[in-house]
């Protein structure tokens, strides 16, 4: 099983918070792993990405500041922790890993295995 599973997706206020997890199978987990999303009649597009060793997560600009990534390595989950959330975050949220510990950006070519999708609603 190397499809991600995402969780914790809902609908909330504008203002509100929600965290995502996402679990990957020890197999892809050591990879880049990352969240992106996309809102109807709009690409896809990258939130957050983590390497697993050391490096600075990077971020779109439209959420730094207000979403946090993180990841355990020992369950092989990955989280997003999503604060001040707006109307225009409004989206299905995906989790996704790129099969190389090294990430390149937050393109989601680079990503081979795709979860389901969690959907998130922000109400204004």
């Known amino acids: 099983q190397s499809q991600p599973v995402e969780s914790g997706g809902g609908s909330v206020q504008a203002g509100g918070s929600l965290r995502l997890s996402c679990v990957a199978s020890?197999?892809?987990?050591?990879?880049?792993m990352g969240w992106f999303r996309q809102a109807p009649g709009k690409e896809r597009e990258g939130v957050a990405v983590?390497?697993?060793?050391?490096?600075?997560?990077l971020y779109a600009a439209s959420v730094k500041g207000r979403f946090t990534i993180s990841r355990d390595i020992v369950e092989n989950t990955l989280y997003l922790q999503m604060d001040n959330l707006k109307p225009e975050d409004t989206a299905m949220y995906y989790c996704?890993?790129?099969?190389?510990?090294?990430?390149?950006?937050?393109?989601?070519?680079?990503?081979?295995?795709w979860g389901q999708g969690t959907q998130v609603t922000v109400s204004s």
């Open positions: 996704a890993v790129r099969p190389v510990a090294q990430c390149r950006g937050l393109g989601p070519a680079d990503f081979t295995y």
């Open positions: 020890r197999v892809i987990s050591g990879g880049c």
């Open positions: 983590s390497s697993p060793y050391g490096s600075a997560p």
